[in-house]
Each structure stands twice: as structure tokens, then as C-alpha cells.
């Protein structure tokens, strides 16, 4: 008997230790001099960097842009079958950034002082808006009215056409715009050193909150511009309506007019923030120069081609080679590689928005006869200028250079061309301007043959058959991720409708050519 009051003694001794223990083991476990969650502008700089090392200058994109090619490893001959892991990591880190950006956003509204954190909001919204507009840029369709609805049950959530995200998209950030023009008090705290755009002094331009905030709102409002022109052929007066807007009220809505304006993410310049292309130059020799781009500016006498490319090492020659090849070139030194600026320096980097692009739509929205504070040939000239002054290029050479084969005919062509030249390592954007407008266009010996009245067509600008010579162009769009397949099957499924081969067929909505399968 003694032996069993002892047992339960000592269970009931041991039942009290162990309450005790459970009712402390949070307070007990808990370092004190830890945060107990992320301060706004770790997770801001987390979220940026992110987000460039998925969207900021990507090699891939390039070949489709034309600018680049590979010259050894191929693997494009049997078609731009994109893998998972690239496009795949793209949509994920775009959704990740979202969610990551919201908790700052509604931690702000319930922290009792979101006027002192207007700066951060404003920015992380439009940083959200930044990375929706890409993932629709890319991929056409995808989640957005029910994507952030986990809380709610909504787990499958449906694809949104393109056109339903990017006017959504174009609305909100106009709302932030309107924000960012209503000022911030003096109290507000700013973005902080997570800032790496504008604020932090090592890969920003170190500038003060006030004057950051400033850069951002150009940004907001060049995002505008540059989405509405996306759109143009779709939605003409909502682009007329938003360049007008914002080209006539530079004061409510400033936007990227100069070099000290445009918005560039500078790499730390260790690693893992090696400068991507760098970083892929480090190990590798997979790239030199396409022909397409190289012939341009060789034609043209176009001083960039110095800049943008090296001459080749077996006798300094420039010279490109095709995208899409059967084969690697005879001697992969006979063809450059590209220019120093752009993939020799680790700390090099990424272009989000140039400020020459503001004055090549401004002079579309010229052309189109609307209402822009310049005409088409000043504004075709300012964009040139800049472009070189963005290029290092001196003041002589750029006006030698209007003055003579780059002098503007007055055409959308010769815009386009020039677009496209300026946007050297913006791949995506380019890619865009190509699948919005045609241009460039180009005519290749061996891939173009004369029809029976002895004329030839252009052909797209990066590669020769893009998928077993089932395709003639570089792809549509992005393939949309595996796991998509495999948790969202129903609402993917339908979304993929008259898409072919991963990323052909169905054209994104904004894309109206006719002369592409």
C-alpha cells in the first residue's frame, strides 16, 4: 500500500513539474532581445532583391529580344522548351513578394501611426502592383481577383484574363500615385536603409527620405506610362488618357525625365548578390552577341555598338551569331561578347526603368496625334540623346549620329528600331515592345527565301525555328508552373486554353500580330 501512495506521489509531483513547465515554455523559449517579427524595411530590401533576381536582367529573355545568342551548350534548337525551375521560380517569388508586402501593409494600419508609415505603405503597394504587372506581362492569364484569398477558404483560386490585371493594375497605381502627390507628414519615418533603390547608400543612390520618395513617385508614375503603351492596340483611349494626363501635369504626376531620375538596382557585388550577368560569366561562356542586334548597329554606325558589345578575339571584329542555330559557330571566339559595362563588374546593374523610354512613347503618343508637350522629332531626339548619355556615349558622337543615319524619318519603324536598341539588357521589356509592335523585324539569308513575286519577309528577331520548325517565333508567353498542374489543375487547365507547345498558340491579350504561330 505504502508502495502505492508512493507512485502516486510522485505521478502527481511530476503532473505539477510538467504544468509548470508547459504554462512558462513559451516565455522560457522566447529570446527577449529578439524581434518578434521582421522591421518594415528588412522585409521591404528582402522583397526588392528578390524580385530582381528573378525579373531583373535575364539572359534567357534577351535571346527572345534579340540582343544575345548562345554560341556553345546549345539548347534551342529544338525550340525554347522553357524549364520550371526559371519560369516556375519567377511566378513564385512574384506571389511570395505579394504576401510578404501585404503583411506590411496591414501591420501599418493597425500599428495606431500609419501617417508615419505613408512612405512604406505607398511603396509596398506599388512594389505589389510592379511584381502583378510582370507576372501578367509574362504569362497572360493568371490569379489575382481570388490569389490572396487563403484565409478565406479560397485555396484554387481562378485566372483573371491579362486585361482584367493589368487595368487593375493601371487603377491602382494611379491611386498611389494620387497618394504620393497628396505629400506625407513630417513625421513620417521613410523607407529606411531596405530601400536599395534610392535610400541605402551601398547599392542605392543614398538619398534622404524625402528625396527618395520623390524617385519613387517618377517610378509610380513611368509604370503608368509604360503599361499603358502596352495596351495601346487594345485599349487606345485609356493609353491616350493616361500619357495625356501624365505628360501635361508633370507636377501632380512627375515622371522619369533624366538620368538622375531612372531607376536602376545597383548588386552589392558579393556573393549571392552577384550582378546576374556576371554571375553567369563567372563559370560560363554561353553567350555571345546576336547577329541580328550586331548588323543593326553596324548598319546604322550606331556608336552604342562599342559600348554594348566587344569585338571578337580572333581578329576585333563585331559580329553576332543566330539564335535558334543547329550548331555552335565554327570558332566561338569569331563572335562578341557583350560589353563590359553590362556583365564585367559584380556590383554592376539591373535597369528597371531608362529615362530614354519615356521620351520614345512620349514621341509615339506624338505620332498618334495626341497631346504631349513635344513633338515626335523632339521627342524621337531626346530619347536618342539620352539613350547615349545613359551609354556613356559622347555628347559629339550622339549628335553625329542624329545628324545622320539615326535622323528620324517621321515613322513608327524607325521609333520602334530605336526603342529597341535603347532597351539593351531590359530582355523582358524588349520582348515586349517586339510581341506589342512587330519590331524589330529582320530579314536573314537563311532562314528567309522570296515568294514567287521575289519578295522577302521579315522574320522575328531571336531564332530560326522556335520548336521542331512547328513555330516561327520566339515564345508567346511564359509556360505556366508545374505546380500549378498539380494544386490548381481545374482553374490552370481552363486558362490554358488554345495554348500550344507550352507557349504558343494563344497570343497574350495585348498582342495583336497576325503573322505568328
Known amino acids: 500500500m505504502k508502495s502505492i501512495f508512493k507512485t502516486i506521489a510522485l505521478s502527481a509531483s511530476m503532473m505539477f513539474m510538467l504544468s509548470a513547465c508547459t504554462s512558462d515554455f513559451e516565455e522560457i523559449n522566447t529570446d527577449p532581445d529578439a524581434f518578434t517579427s521582421a522591421p518594415y524595411t528588412n522585409m521591404l530590401g528582402y522583397v526588392i532583391t528578390e524580385g530582381m533576381q528573378q525579373w531583373g536582367t535575364s539572359l534567357d529573355v534577351c535571346q527572345w529580344a534579340g540582343y544575345v545568342s548562345e554560341v556553345q551548350y546549345l539548347n534551342n534548337y529544338e525550340g ?10 519567377r511566378w513564385y517569388n512574384s506571389y511570395w513578394g505579394y504576401t510578404q508586402l501585404q503583411d506590411i501593409i496591414d501591420r501599418i494600419a493597425v500599428d495606431g501611426a500609419s501617417e508615419d508609415y505613408k512612405q512604406m505603405r505607398d511603396v509596398a503597394m506599388l512594389w505589389q502592383n510592379y511584381l502583378m504587372y510582370n507576372v501578367a506581362n509574362a504569362f497572360g492569364p493568371i490569379p489575382y481577383s481570388e490569389a490572396f484569398k487563403g484565409k478565406e477558404g479560397v485555396l484554387q483560386s481562378k485566372y483573371d484574363s491579362d486585361e482584367v490585371v493589368l487595368k487593375a493594375v493601371l487603377e491602382n497605381l494611379k491611386t498611389i500615385a494620387d497618394s504620393f502627390a497628396n505629400g506625407y507628414t513630417s513625421s513620417d519615418y521613410g523607407l529606411g536603409i531596405g530601400d536599395f533603390l534610392f535610400t541605402n547608400p551601398a547599392v542605392g543612390k543614398g538619398l534622404n527620405k524625402d528625396d527618395a520618395i520623390k524617385k519613387w513617385q517618377k ?25 495625356e494626363e501624365i505628360f501635361n501635369n508633370p507636377t501632380q504626376y512627375p515622371y522619369v525625365q533624366s538620368i538622375d531620375d531612372q531607376v536602376y538596382f545597383w548588386w552589392q557585388g558579393t556573393r549571392p548578390y552577384f550582378e546576374p550577368w556576371y554571375n553567369n560569366s563567372v563559370t560560363r561562356d554561353d553567350d555571345g ?10 548598319k546604322m554606325n550606331d556608336p552604342r555598338l562599342f559600348v554594348y558589345a566587344k569585338p571578337a578575339k580572333t581578329d576585333g571584329e563585331y559580329r553576332g551569331y543566330e539564335n535558334g542555330a543547329s550548331l555552335n559557330p565554327a570558332n566561338i571566339h569569331a563572335i562578341s561578347r557583350i560589353g563590359a559595362m553590362f556583365r564585367d563588374n559584380a556590383s554592376g546593374f539591373s535597369p528597371l526603368y531608362k529615362a530614354s523610354e519615356t521620351y520614345y512613347m512620349m514621341a509615339e503618343a506624338a505620332l ?29 558622337n550622339a549628335k553625329a549620329y542624329l545628324e545622320g543615319p539615326g535622323k528620324f524619318d517621321g515613322s513608327f ?9 535603347s532597351m539593351f539588357k531590359e530582355g523582358i521589356e524588349a520582348w515586349s515592345l517586339y510581341r506589342r509592335t512587330g519590331f524589330p523585324t529582320y530579314i536573314h539569308s537563311s532562314i528567309s527565301a522570296p515568294d514567287d513575286k521575289g519578295k522577302v519577309y521579315p522574320k522575328y528577331p531571336g531564332a530560326r525555328s522556335a520548336y521542331k520548325g512547328i513555330h516561327n517565333d520566339v515564345p508567346f508567353r511564359f509556360p505556366y508552373p508545374n505546380n500549378q498542374f498539380s494544386y490548381n489543375r481545374a482553374n490552370v487547365t481552363e486558362a490554358s486554353q488554345g495554348i500550344e507547345n507550352y507557349v504558343w498558340g494563344k497570343q497574350v491579350w495585348w498582342d495583336t500580330r497576325t503573322d505568328v504561330h
Open 219 to 243: 517610378f509610380c508614375n513611368s509604370l503608368r506610362l509604360r503599361i499603358a503603351m502596352r495596351i495601346v492596340n487594345k485599349a487606345p483611349e485609356i493609353t491616350k488618357a493616361t500619357c
Open 368 to 396: 498618334r496625334g495626341w497631346n504631349v508637350p513635344m513633338s515626335a522629332e523632339e521627342a524621337y531626339n531626346k530619347g536618342v540623346l539620352t539613350s547615349m548619355a545613359e551609354n556613356e556615349v559622347s555628347d559629339e
Open 413 to 421: 519603324d524607325m521609333l520602334y528600331f530605336e526603342q529597341w536598341v
Open 80 to 89: 525554347y522548351t522553357p524549364t520550371n525551375n526559371t519560369y516556375g521560380n
Open 289 to 298: 552577341m546576336a547577329d541580328i542586334f550586331i548588323d543593326h548597329l553596324k
